[in-house]
């Protein structure tokens, strides 16, 4: 389904919501900032991630805005939320994972079924040569290098966790495919920059913009602070709007 059982959730009368313990307003550099976080219905494989904007976030635009959404919305669009019942990890996915820094905020590839998927997409050979040096840091005090060697692939996986929105709670949800290309067929239906976004309560980054002049270093400074939450809140969009 792409409709909750009760369909889509109201919009509230402004259209957008500010999540619990969030700030609406941030000022970065001088300037102010508003990140209007947006609800939408459940997204699935059965949706169209640019009909999804268009039906959500477009109506609410200004000019000036920016239209930031999360990388899981998008990579569940595209068929890359996958069952935990169908990965089958491997011996090694369930020796590496034992190595992994668990974290409040997402278990990333601490357990057998994400390690798994990251050797998948990243390759062993990728996998087993960012473990060596994560390894080598480790002894220098020093954490970061494994997913600076395995990269955004691997950054981007996401297991479920106690906080994870069903049907969610039982899926690995990979990176997006493309991520630059669907900001810029996004942008082209809306008519508004798009930037797709990996953020979290502990790091960010930028996945994919809808053109290359965006400053993605900026925009990480404007959602640092993970204005759409890491729960169950619900919103996989935003708008960013100077003040």
């Not at 959730?9 to 508003?34: A, F, H, L, M, S």
């Not at 996986?157 to 709670?169: K, M, V």
């Not at 920059?193 to 809808?210: F, H, M, R, W, Y």
Request: glycine content about 6%; aromatic content about 6%; charged content about 25%.
């Amino acid at each position: 389904m792409s409709e909750l059982e009760n369909g889509a959730p109201e919009q509230p009368e402004q259209g957008y919501v500010v999540n619990p313990e969030k700030n609406e307003t941030i000022t970065v550099d001088g300037v102010t900032y508003r990140r209007l976080c947006i609800k939408t219905h459940v997204i699935t494989d059965q949706d169209d991630i640019c009909q999804v904007v268009e039906k959500y976030a477009a109506p609410l635009v200004q000019e000036g805005d920016i239209i930031f959404i999360t990388e899981k919305a998008v990579a569940c669009t595209q068929k890359r939320a996958i069952p935990l019942k169908d990965i089958h990890p491997r011996p090694l996915a369930r020796f590496l994972s034992r190595f992994v820094l668990r974290t409040p905020y997402g278990i990333g590839l601490a357990m057998p079924e994400t390690m798994e998927m990251a050797l998948q997409e990243c390759g062993t050979i990728r996998i087993l040569f960012a473990a060596a040096v994560s390894a080598v840091g480790k002894l220098f005090g020093i954490r970061g290098w494994f997913y600076n060697i395995a990269g955004y692939k691997a950054r981007s996986i996401d297991g479920p966790c106690d906080f994870t929105l069903p049907p969610y709670n039982h899926y690995v949800v990979l990176g997006p495919d493309k991520p630059d290309e669907v900001a810029r067929e996004i942008s082209q239906k809306v008519k508004t920059p798009v930037a797709i976004t990996d953020i979290n309560d502990l790091e960010g980054q930028i996945l994919g913009t809808s053109d290359k002049s965006m400053d993605r270093a900026l925009l990480c400074k404007i959602l640092k602070d993970n204005p759409l939450g890491q729960c169950s809140e619900q919103t996989p969009m935003g708008i960013i709007r100077k003040v």
